[in-house]
């Protein structure tokens, strides 16, 4: 095992109790690891991810016409937002606790996006896009080139909204509410509340779609070690390793389900990777892990879609 993950951790750690932590971490990310950098990898996988939303939405919400979205936990790249306007969408709430845009970021994400569609990837994850709305979003663009990355990004319908998803107060019921690799970075009780609120916010016809990344996204960072790793250490050992920039929960695919359950929240589709408990072979398991369903404790991705009777 090396030694990069407990360097990143450390670092993490370290820097997360001093001010403006979150802008800092980000910095050193893009310098020093590859975890955030924009590769066609992370693009392509955008580009999925708001294809099985949308079309989670068709299945469960309305079958066609205009609709609108939140994103939870939008972060430092609107890809999924600016897809879901492409797709039809009349207005994308960004949610997030924090403003982390930046006009580069967002002029990447659309110069992106628009590459996208004109080599059709776009079109093969969402179907046939309206030429306006990708005329508009190259006009967006100007505008935020121009300065204004909040007013270019309301100009098509993709509205920050920053604060507290717990305490989300909307003048409108969204139609559909997704959030992508989020759920995983939450402490279990704000994790509640912000399903809980959502639910609240739900009336029938609203659908929730969910994406989580159960792996150690120590592994993203160092080759050494796997996406089970994490999965060795008590909840007291982890809680001295676990730091407040970009803490992973270590939920495991049974624990997501019990909370839906627990929430009265029902899980009307749900994917797991198809990884069994024999990939956990030779993975040493904290007690807590050892004692679920290893097909569960095993599966590294998940995408919970929830239709509201
Ligand atoms: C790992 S990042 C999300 C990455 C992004 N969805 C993507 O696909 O690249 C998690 C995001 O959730 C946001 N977040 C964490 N807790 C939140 C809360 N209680 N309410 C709203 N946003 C929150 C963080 O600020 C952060 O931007």
Request: net charge negative; glycine share 8%; hydrophobic share 40%.
């Amino acid at each position: 095992m090396g030694l990069k993950w407990v360097a990143k951790a450390a670092v993490q750690k370290g820097i997360s109790v001093l001010p403006g932590s979150d802008r800092l971490n980000h910095v050193l990310q893009q310098r020093v690891s590859r975890s955030v950098q924009i590769d066609d990898e992370f693009i392509e996988r955008r580009v999925e991810w708001a294809g099985m939303h949308l079309q989670a939405f068709r299945r469960h919400g309305r079958a066609d016409g205009p609709f609108t979205a939140v994103e939870l936990g939008t972060g430092w790249f609107p890809f999924v937002p600016s897809l879901l306007y492409l797709a039809g969408a009349e207005q994308v709430r960004m949610l997030d606790r924090v403003d982390h845009g930046q006009t580069d970021f967002t002029l990447t994400t659309i110069d992106r996006v628009l590459e996208r569609v004109a080599d059709g990837s776009v079109e093969a994850h969402l179907g046939p896009v309206d030429p306006e709305r990708v005329r508009r979003l190259g006009t967006a663009r100007e505008q935020v080139a121009s300065g204004d990355r909040v007013g270019g990004l309301a100009s098509v319908g993709l509205d920050l909204c920053i604060g507290d998803a717990t305490t989300l107060e909307l003048d409108d019921v969204p139609d559909l509410i997704c959030s992508n690799a989020v759920f995983e970075h939450l402490p279990r009780p704000v994790l509640e509340g912000i399903l809980r609120r959502f639910e609240e916010l739900s009336t029938p016809g609203t659908v929730m779609s969910h994406l989580v990344d159960m792996c150690d996204h120590y592994a993203y960072a160092d080759s050494t070690v796997g996406v089970y790793h994490f999965l060795r250490y008590s909840d007291r050992a982890w809680k001295l390793i676990d730091n407040d920039l970009q803490p992973m929960n270590r939920l495991r695919a049974n624990e997501y389900r019990d909370l839906y359950q627990q929430l009265g929240i029902p899980v009307t589709e749900e994917h797991l990777t198809a990884n069994s408990a024999a990939e956990l072979d030779g993975t040493p398991l904290a007690p807590r892990f050892a004692a679920m369903d290893l097909d569960d404790v095993a599966a590294t991705t998940a995408w919970f879609v929830s239709a509201s009777a």
